[in-house]
């Protein structure tokens, strides 16, 4: 089994920063791709970034390109969201999740197999 731990939300100001951490234990390997979605209230869950740990490859949603970096930390089994210049539709509740299949980089919440219990981040105007 794999646990998913995330931390590093909170409220913010427009414009603002937070980096969220989602530290990973358990059967967890290199082969894996990490993944962060966010749902905001009566909203579906959505794809915000992804990363893969062998190849340190990345993906982004277009809503949060150029504003956020997703990168990991193979030492401590950790994978960061780095979220810059944050707008209010930003609010949202933010979840890690693992892929354990091996290949693309993928965006769909059912292409998951493991989540967070996640973390709010909630950007005021």
């Known amino acids: 089994q794999v646990q998913l731990v995330e931390s590093g939300g909170g409220l913010v100001q427009a414009g603002g920063s937070l980096r969220l951490s989602c530290a990973a234990s358990g059967r967890t390997f290199r082969s894996n791709a990490m993944g962060w979605f966010r749902q905001a209230p009566g909203k579906e869950r959505e794809f915000v970034a992804a990363f893969r740990w062998g190849s340190s490859s990345t993906y982004y949603a277009n809503s949060v390109r150029g504003r956020f970096t997703i990168s990991g930390d193979n030492a401590k089994n950790t994978v960061y969201l780095q979220m810059n210049s944050l707008k209010p539709e930003d609010t949202a509740v933010y979840y890690c999740?693992?892929?354990?299949?091996?290949?693309?980089?993928?965006?769909?919440?059912?292409?998951?197999?493991?989540w967070g219990q996640g973390t709010q981040v909630t950007v005021s105007s």
């Open positions: 999740a693992l892929d354990s299949t091996f290949g693309l980089l993928r965006v769909g919440v059912g292409d998951y197999d493991y």
